[in-house]
């Protein structure tokens, strides 16, 4: 029997309305109370549907929808058409009722307090989030083992590197025990024991908690290492829902995004031709 969905969207968009100023002179002033305005489509009839316990990759290149998607997912941004659900809910209908219930990390984003150790951090989001202290220490242990964080928990966050910021970004995304983690290129920039760090931790994660990820990533060996089915969203639209194993054109762990797309559109493109 097949597992819930605990992610869900139908025909999901997003529209923003971008100004430009105009060019030229009128009556002798240059237009600025006028500009030209118009519509910019970064998500365009969206559909998924993710069980739980499933780990997702979704993958494009820069400007396809990717972050704008999560985002709606996570009530920071409003559908202009379309629905978006969590749990059953809207997210931005009920933002608290499913913040309760998702982690987010963001990349090139952090929620760590940046003059602060990284232990502070811990403990003003025990307090946001209501954590009961027993539960709070239990996760805080179990993760800065799976993490390694005890080397630099009390160091001001400001003071750590990308990787170790990363590792204490996703520690503090899992302190209340989410059942959804949203994770936005979360590997970028990160060196190559960083990654394996990061990775590890998710596996070990989805693993003993079925915790459902949605990962963003430019990254193959992201999608290769962690995920069995993939999304490929392109100028706002999903052009592939499957495995990994059945993408078209699929290439190796080590090629680029560029790559993996270039190969995904030939193959596509000849199959439409047979």
Same mark, same amino acid.
């Given at each position: ?8 969207? #139908? ?22 109370? /006028? ?20 780990? !997702?990759?979704?993958?494009?290149? /820069? ?57 502070? &951090? ?7 989030? +209501? ?7 239990? /996760? ?17 966050? +400001? ?5 170790? +910021? ?9 302190? #209340? ?50 995920? &069995? ?8 639209? !999903? ?34 031709? !047979?």
């Amino acid at each position: 029997m097949p597992s819930e969905a605990v992610i869900r969207t #139908h025909d999901l968009r997003k529209t923003f309305r971008v100004a430009k100023r105009r060019h030229g002179w009128l009556g002798g002033v240059r237009s600025l109370v /006028n500009p030209i305005v118009h519509e910019v489509v970064a998500v365009d009839g969206v559909n998924l549907s993710i069980a739980r316990g499933e780990m !997702v990759a979704c993958l494009g290149p /820069n400007g396809a929808g990717k972050s704008t998607t999560i985002k709606m997912l996570t009530g920071i941004l409003v559908p202009t058409d379309g629905t978006a659900e969590v749990f059953g809910l809207q997210p931005h209908d009920h933002r608290r009722a499913v913040a309760q219930r998702m982690g987010v990390v963001f990349g090139q984003r952090t929620q760590l307090w940046w003059d602060l150790p990284l232990r502070d &951090s811990f403990d003003l989001l025990r307090y946001i989030y +209501r954590i009961p202290t027993r539960r709070f220490a239990h /996760n805080l242990g179990v993760f800065a083992d799976l993490l390694d964080l005890g080397a630099f928990i009390d160091t001001p966050v +400001r003071q750590l590197s990308l990787g170790q +910021r990363m590792r204490g970004d996703l520690a503090a995304a899992l302190l #209340h025990d989410p059942e959804v983690l949203y994770l936005d290129e979360p590997t970028i920039g990160l060196d190559v024991v960083a990654k394996h760090h990061v990775r590890s931790f998710l596996q070990e994660l989805n693993r003993e908690r079925g915790v459902t990820v949605l990962l963003t990533t430019h990254d193959m060996s992201d999608v290769e290492r962690l995920c &069995s089915r993939l999304v490929i969203i392109d100028r706002g639209r !999903v052009l592939y829902d499957g495995s990994l194993d059945a993408m078209p054109g699929r290439v190796g762990e080590d090629a680029t995004l560029e790559d993996t797309l270039r190969q995904f559109y030939e193959q596509s493109s000849r199959a439409v031709l !047979v």
